[in-house]
């Protein structure tokens, strides 16, 4: 294996965190932004890119981490090294609600493609880069679906899906439809592509979006029930608007409790 070979067990149920645990000298590269805890004798580094191996020095790192950048994430990486005698953990959360979904490279041909805001963790030695559509339509209309993160590699990556995971192993030829936030990811053979959903009601009244994801099998699919963006709509669209007046959940409650807080506003 060219990547660090480590070991982990994931704990909780809807918010979870996972406890990689690292051998001597073995290394862990995160999201900032994800870390949790960890042992005394690991040591921290920011580093540039994604940790994998870099091949023409400084300029293959500038690639690395010009990828990461075209993917909305940050330019650095976060490395967590063993420097101690013995075994030694460090724990990273999930940012929101929902499953952490361990990956093993080797078991998918060294490659998995996933959203650009799945990744979380994974062993030194992983690359972490961009997955372009050669497909106009999803460049067009795939909206969140469009820029995909690949990680390729032969250790363990993690990725993190919001609400209720599902895992489809889709057949040669099989096609699922789906909402394109809802992917979390897929294995390399399967083929993914943007379809109009059609007709004049579903695109005016329909409330779902005008397009949705085809993945095509044969490959193993995961699918999460909650995308942080629908999350996030639902919370804007409940949180106070209009000078600080809400909406309220029922006209009479939202009045008592606006009392109760000291805001008498109606």
């Not at 990273?92 to 080797?106: E, M, N, R």
């Not at 009244?205 to 999460?224: C, D, K, M, N, S």
């Amino acid at each position: 294996m060219t990547a660090h070979e480590i070991d982990y067990h994931i704990y909780g149920e809807e918010m979870q965190y996972v406890e990689i645990e690292l051998d001597p000298q073995e290394v862990v590269v995160a999201e900032a932004g994800s870390f949790m805890m960890m042992d005394n004798g690991i040591k921290m580094e920011t580093i540039f890119g994604d940790g994998s191996k870099q091949e023409g020095g400084i300029f293959g790192k500038l690639l690395s981490a010009g990828k990461r950048v075209l993917t909305g994430e940050s330019l650095f990486m976060t490395a967590y090294q063993n420097i101690d005698a013995g075994k030694r953990k460090v724990s990273f959360a999930s940012p929101y609600p929902g499953k952490i979904v361990p990956i093993d490279l080797q078991k998918y041909g060294g490659k998995f493609v996933c959203q650009k805001d799945a990744f979380l963790c994974a062993a030194k030695g992983v690359s972490v880069g961009i997955d372009f559509s050669r497909k106009l339509g999803r460049g067009l209309f795939g909206g969140e679906g469009f820029i995909m993160q690949k990680l390729e590699g032969d250790g363990m990556a993690f990725v993190h899906a919001g609400g209720t995971l599902a895992r489809k192993e889709l057949q040669p030829g099989e096609v699922l439809k789906v909402d394109t936030g809802c992917i979390v990811g897929f294995t390399k053979d399967v083929n993914y592509d943007i379809e109009f959903v059609g007709g004049i009601k579903n695109t005016i009244f329909g409330g779902e979006g005008v397009f949705f994801a085809t993945l095509r099998g044969p490959g193993v699919v995961y699918i999460q029930s909650l995308p942080f963006s629908r999350l996030a709509n639902r919370v804007i669209q409940a949180a106070p608007q209009m000078g600080g007046k809400d909406k309220g959940e029922g006209s009479l409650l939202g009045g008592l409790g606006n009392l109760l807080d000291g805001d008498n506003r109606f």
